[in-house]
Each structure stands twice: as structure tokens, then as C-alpha cells.
Antibody, heavy 112, light 110 residues
Framework: QVQLAESGGGVVQPGGSLRLSCATSGFNFSIYDMHWVRQTPGKGLAWVAFIRTDGNIKYYADSVRGRFTISRDNSKSTMYLQMNGLRTEDTAIYYCAIGIAWGQGTLVTVYS | QSVLTQPPSASGTPGQRVTMSCSGS????????VNWYQQLPGTAPKLLIY???QRPSGVPDRFSGSKSGTSASLAISGLQSEDEADYYC???????????FGGGSKVTVL
């Protein structure tokens, strides 16, 4: 059974940092490209970042480029999102996803 | 503003057929497969259709997807109350190197 589980969300002040994790099981993690997607409560889905299977290709949404860093550890079947320079507009539920499955999300709240 | 365009809402009575569209460009829908996701209130998105028209196991055959050119469609036949949800289309964009989502269509069962 494919499972993805995010952790690491919380409340942080503007300018602060958080590191999200996405632990996975039930599938061959190393052969799947991975994404982070976020959703402001009551709003639509917004793609955040992408990482290729081997971690060598990464893409970011314009809104987070230069502040967020996506990474993965295939030996641990886990993906990460390092978020620096957080802004109030980064407040959202953050999901990790492969095309066929999503985690349940972790809430990040940025406010002073 | 979403690059994939969906109508914000759709509705129907139980048993009716409801369709919703997703419009993109030659750089996303025109070149890559479209997925559709269902998001029930308070839950994470769930894959409904992948590869334009393929249903994962467990998804009722009431749900069907299609694609033509730079547009895709999702149809729900025999609408049921439990189908009330938000529906999102998604496709990779080769120019933006981004996974694009539509703005979502909220389905209401009258």
C-alpha cells in the first residue's frame, strides 16, 4: 500500500525556517519523481517544487525559488523541503506527492 | 492565477451526468498526460484519473476522462451525493518546468 506521510509543519515567525519531511513506504521510492504541493486553506492547489529520481534535477515555483530547497534520501525513502525566509503568504498545508498518491499534508503557519 | 483553466463550479441532481473542462496549451496538456484529482472536504487530494483517461483500481467507472488537443474533460455519470467535492486537473508544463493545476471545479449535488 502506497503511503506518504509529511511532518515538520508548525508555527513560525516571518523570516524563520522550517524543514518538512515526507516519509514513504509501499513503493519503490527511488524510481519516482517527487513533488511538494501546497494549499492555502479554502483555496486551490499550488505546485511548489519537483525533484527527479536521482535528486540531480530540481525545479521550483517562482514564488519559492531561492528560499526553499527540495532534497531526497533514497536510502531512507524520504523527501525533504527546507524552507527559509518564510513569509506570511507561505502559510498553507504542504503535501508531498507522486503522481498517483499524496500524503495527508502538514500545516505551516507563518505569522508574527 | 492558474495556467490550466477550469470552471469554478458544476452541479447536477442525483443520477445526472456532469462534465467539467480543463483548458491549457501546447506546452502542457497538448504534450503531456493529464491527471484528475478529487478532494473531499477536509481531506487530501486523491487520484481519480491518470494518463488522460485511466482509472486507478477502486475508482468507480462512473468517472471518466478524455483529452483532445489542449483541453481535457472529466465526466461523472450517475452523480451521487458522495461526489460533492473539488476536482482538479493537473499536467506537467515543459516550458515552465512546473506541475500545473487548474483552479478547481466544485461539484454540488442538488
Amino acid at each position: 500500500q502506497v503511503q506518504l506521510a509529511e511532518s515538520g509543519g508548525g508555527v513560525v515567525q516571518p523570516g524563520g525556517s522550517l524543514r518538512l519531511s515526507c516519509a514513504t513506504s509501499g513503493f519503490n521510492f527511488s524510481i519516482y519523481d517527487m513533488h511538494w504541493v501546497r494549499q492555502t486553506p479554502g483555496k486551490g492547489l499550488a505546485w511548489v517544487a519537483f525533484i527527479r529520481t536521482d535528486g540531480n534535477i530540481k525545479y521550483y515555483a517562482d514564488s519559492v525559488r531561492g528560499r526553499f530547497t527540495i532534497s531526497r534520501d533514497n536510502s531512507k525513502s524520504t523527501m525533504y523541503l527546507q524552507m527559509n525566509g518564510l513569509r506570511t503568504e507561505d502559510t498553507a498545508i504542504y503535501y508531498c506527492a507522486i503522481g498517483i498518491a499524496w500524503g495527508q499534508g502538514t500545516l505551516v503557519t507563518v505569522y508574527s | 492565477q492558474s495556467v490550466l483553466t477550469q470552471p469554478p463550479s458544476a452541479s447536477g441532481t442525483p443520477g445526472q451526468r456532469v462534465t467539467m473542462s480543463c483548458s491549457g496549451s501546447n506546452l502542457n496538456i497538448g504534450k503531456n498526460a493529464v491527471n484528475w484529482y478529487q478532494q473531499l472536504p477536509g481531506t487530501a487530494p486523491k487520484l481519480l484519473i491518470y494518463g488522460n483517461n485511466q482509472r486507478p483500481s477502486g475508482v468507480p467507472d462512473r468517472f471518466s476522462g478524455s483529452k483532445s488537443g489542449t483541453s481535457a474533460s472529466l465526466a461523472i455519470s450517475g452523480l451521487q451525493s458522495e461526489d460533492e467535492a473539488d476536482y482538479y486537473c493537473a499536467a506537467w508544463d515543459d516550458s515552465l518546468n512546473a506541475w500545473l493545476f487548474g483552479g478547481g471545479s466544485k461539484v454540488t449535488v442538488l
